[in-house]
């Protein structure tokens, strides 16, 4: 009996394994920062998501999200539902930037692409330090992401709106940055990792430090580190977060930036 059912076994195995692949992701993002990052896109007013998904945020089964129990499923918006806790989350750059990266001539046939949303709204950069709680999750979470048949092919971070509350903050950014890079690179032993930083276009409770920020951003000197700004996007009533369309014009951007990496 054992002979005629192990090719059937076989079969089913090879079946089972070819599903996992097809599922599995080729290209993994490691998505981090505070608000704007998490996505706020429909959320600014009422306490509540508007629900409102553009086609350039639509589900694919070529774009995977790593979810809070580190299991990787079809993404969808809100993409940092579970992750970014204790805020209304909405719209953020990920999906749009999944989605202009499939589009792509210069995406490799057939990529799937992984996203690891690790955003936590209101965090300053030193809450990103080493050995810090928001710092270890996302290693935790980049290091399980980058496992099996992916690999990490950058990190895209929108932060330093909480930094222009305070002028020592400010001050501080761009070593604070280029430290925060490091470790990272060192602690996923990828001492190339490409890093993609938005500069920010507000500040928090409009914070009167946004330009020495972005000044210091702009000043962030280490290897493999592109630039892209979100100054002229359009912004919510709140006066702080990105709409739903400047999320997706910003992961076209964040997308364009990564392609030409390639």
């Given at each position: 009996m054992l002979p005629r059912a192990l090719p059937v076994l076989l079969l089913l195995l090879a079946a089972a394994v070819t599903v996992s692949a097809e599922r599995a992701p080729t290209l993994v993002f490691i998505l981090a920062g505070q608000s704007n990052m998490g996505g706020r896109g429909g959320a600014t007013s009422g306490n509540r998501w508007d629900g409102v998904v553009p086609p350039e945020c639509a589900p694919s089964p070529r774009t995977l999200r790593l979810s809070?129990?580190?299991?990787?499923?079809?993404?969808?918006?809100?993409?940092?539902?579970?992750?970014?806790?204790?805020n209304v989350v909405g719209v953020g750059p990920g999906m749009p930037f999944a989605h202009a990266l499939l589009r792509s001539p210069a995406c490799p046939r057939g990529a799937v692409v992984g996203l690891v949303p690790c955003a936590q709204g209101g965090t300053p950069i030193a809450n990103w330090s080493r050995g810090s709680e928001m710092y270890d999750r996302m290693v935790t979470r980049a290091r399980v992401a980058g496992t099996g048949t992916g690999r990490v092919a950058a990190l895209l971070w929108f932060q330093g709106e909480a930094d222009a509350m305070r002028r020592?903050?400010?001050?501080?950014?761009?070593?604070?940055?280029?430290?925060?890079?490091?470790?990272?690179?060192?602690?996923?032993?990828?001492?190339?990792?490409?890093?993609?930083?938005?500069?920010?276009?507000?500040?928090?409770?409009?914070?009167?430090?946004?330009?020495?920020?972005?000044?210091?951003?702009?000043?962030?000197?280490?290897?493999?580190?592109?630039?892209?700004?979100?100054?002229?996007?359009?912004?919510?009533?709140?006066?702080?977060?990105?709409?739903?369309?400047?999320?997706?014009?910003l992961g076209k951007m964040l997308a364009d930036a990564y392609i030409a990496t390639i």
């Open positions: 809070p129990s580190l299991r990787w499923e079809e993404a969808r918006e809100p993409l940092h539902a579970g992750v970014d806790a204790g020592d903050d400010a001050l501080a950014y761009a070593g604070r940055m280029e430290a925060f890079v490091r470790d990272v690179r060192r602690d996923l032993a990828m001492p190339n990792l490409l890093v993609i930083q938005v500069g920010i276009a507000t500040a928090q409770k409009q914070g009167k430090w946004l330009e020495l920020v972005r000044k210091q951003q702009r000043a962030v000197r280490v290897a493999n580190l592109k630039y892209v700004d979100a100054m002229g996007l359009p912004i919510a009533d709140d006066m702080t977060h990105l709409t739903t369309q400047a999320q997706v014009r």
